[in-house]
């Protein structure tokens, strides 16, 4: 199994007013291929920081990132925008689903980039609702969908275009038990299925024990990376 995604060294300094605060005081990480990896860590540990920093969404103050063996702390603004569209996905907490698009019509967004026919944009969303049981809602706007199904277009959004890494931050949130359940299975199985690597941050021990790799921030710095492979827990 290869590597996926590498940081190194990894900074991120904020200035409020004059001083400074240390979001992430050197992170070195390794993640692979097909991995389900969670980040977990007490509220300002630096977990969310640190998914943005891996999704080249912030940029880093020191320290290097790289996903399929390109160098994402290097890049340009105008090539990074490319290089998220052409090989990351996102699921966010707050959904982020367009008003006034349909749930096919915001689920196929991503694959606009890719110069697909909006015909087959619109025929690959179909197939990622009904996976996640929702091809009775497809034409339904995000105000006449709960909760739970706005997070599974959200989902279906993330995975339509295969992208090679998922990044979502506190997926469940805003979800009952029940539904945290619906949605996290239909993640894993489109993990599965795809060979997607998916990182993960939650603060629910729940969601946690789901991942193959399991890393816990404090005070931006790494405390734990416990790897779980073939039912065996090994702390590394």
């Not at 409020?16 to 980040?39: F, P, S, T, Y």
């Not at 909006?118 to 996976?131: H, I, Y």
């Not at 894993?188 to 789901?210: F, Q, S």
Request: proline share 3%.
């Amino acid at each position: 199994m290869s590597t996926m995604i590498r940081t190194e060294g990894l900074k991120k300094i904020y200035r409020v007013g004059k001083e400074k605060v240390v979001a992430l005081a050197g992170v070195d990480l390794e993640i692979e291929q097909g991995e389900v990896c969670c980040i977990v860590g007490q509220s300002g540990s630096g977990k969310s920081t640190l998914l943005n920093m891996l999704a080249g969404l912030e940029k880093p103050t020191r320290g290097t990132i790289a996903i399929a063996g390109k160098k994402i702390s290097s890049m340009d603004e105008e090539r990074l925008a490319v290089f998220r569209q052409e090989n990351l996905g996102f699921v966010f907490q707050s959904y982020n689903l367009l008003p006034q698009l349909t749930a096919a019509e915001n689920a196929a967004l991503p694959l606009m980039f890719s110069g697909m026919g909006k015909e087959q944009r619109l025929k690959r969303a179909l197939r990622e609702l009904k996976q996640m049981g929702l091809a009775e809602r497809a034409g339904h706007r995000p105000s006449e969908m709960s909760g739970g199904q706005q997070q599974r277009v959200g989902i279906a959004r993330a995975f339509v275009a295969r992208p090679k890494v998922i990044f979502a931050d506190e997926p469940t949130g805003n979800l009952d038990t029940q539904t945290t359940q619906h949605v996290l299975r239909a993640m894993l199985d489109r993990v599965a299925k795809y060979g997607i690597t998916l990182v993960m941050v939650t603060h629910e021990p729940n969601l946690a024990e789901c991942g193959d790799r399991v890393v816990t921030l404090s005070d931006g710095k790494i405390i734990g990376n416990v790897l779980r492979k073939n039912a065996e827990e090994e702390a590394l």
